[in-house]
Every structure is written in structure tokens, then in C-alpha cells.
């Protein structure tokens, strides 16, 4: 399982950091990404860092405006979100690859692919 954290309130084109710990596995020996779900919506994958640390894959929403990172002594993925608009407004989950997906720049990041879930962490962007 994983632990989110890092979520508020922040007005538009302001900045967050969400963090994610997870117990019983390492973010450098498995596919990692972030997801939302806004109300309504389905849960939509917006970042995920490949196993080595060589790919990445954004959505397109959030290209040139997230970052995807790791620290391996912490055990811990990031995700740093700037010029944050009302749409980013959302739940955000991180998890873990369940199935051995290949992440590339294009492709990877699909729900459906990713497990050991938490409970999320909320990020709302006022206008």
C-alpha cells in the first residue's frame, strides 16, 4: 500500500509537491504513477516514471506543467505540480504497476494496470 500526502488548497497558477511512501515495495524496482479522479470522472493516469527511471509518461493536460521524480534513500515519488489550473482540481492517487506495463513517453499509464492504492490526497485549485 502507499501513502499520499502533500494535497490542499492553492489558488490558480500556484505550485504543490504531492509525496508518496509506499510500504512493502521500492519506487526504483517498479513502475510507479500518479492518478486523479475528479467527481464525476474517471480516474485518469497523469504521470508515471518507469521502473529505471528512464521514462516517463505525462498526460497531455499536464505536459511542461508536472514533474515526476523519485528519491531512492526515501523511498519516496513526487510529483511537483505548477501553474496548477481549476481542472487539475481532483483526488490524486499514487500506485504501482501490478502487471509489468512498459512506461514510455506515450503510453503505460493506465489505470487499470496499477494497483496497491491509497486513500489519496486532495488537491483543489481556486480561480
Known amino acids: 500500500q502507499v501513502v499520499e500526502s502533500g494535497g490542499g488548497l492553492v489558488q490558480a497558477g500556484g505550485s504543490l509537491r504531492l509525496s508518496c511512501t509506499p510500504s512493502?515495495?521500492?519506487?526504483?524496482?517498479?513502475?510507479m504513477g500518479w492518478f486523479r479522479q475528479a467527481p464525476g470522472k474517471e480516474r485518469e493516469g497523469v504521470s508515471c516514471?518507469?521502473?529505471?527511471?528512464?521514462?516517463?509518461y505525462y498526460a497531455n493536460s499536464v505536459k511542461g506543467r508536472f514533474t515526476i521524480s523519485r528519491d531512492r534513500d526515501s523511498n519516496t515519488l513526487y510529483l511537483q505540480m505548477n501553474n496548477v489550473t481549476p481542472e487539475d482540481t481532483a483526488m490524486y492517487y499514487c500506485a504501482a504497476d501490478r502487471v509489468g506495463v512498459v512506461v514510455t513517453s506515450t503510453q503505460g499509464c493506465e489505470a487499470r494496470d496499477f494497483g496497491y492504492w491509497g486513500q489519496g490526497t486532495k488537491v483543489t485549485v481556486s480561480s
Open positions: 516514471l518507469s521502473w529505471n527511471g528512464r521514462a516517463a
Open positions: 512493502g515495495l521500492t519506487v526504483d524496482d517498479n513502475n
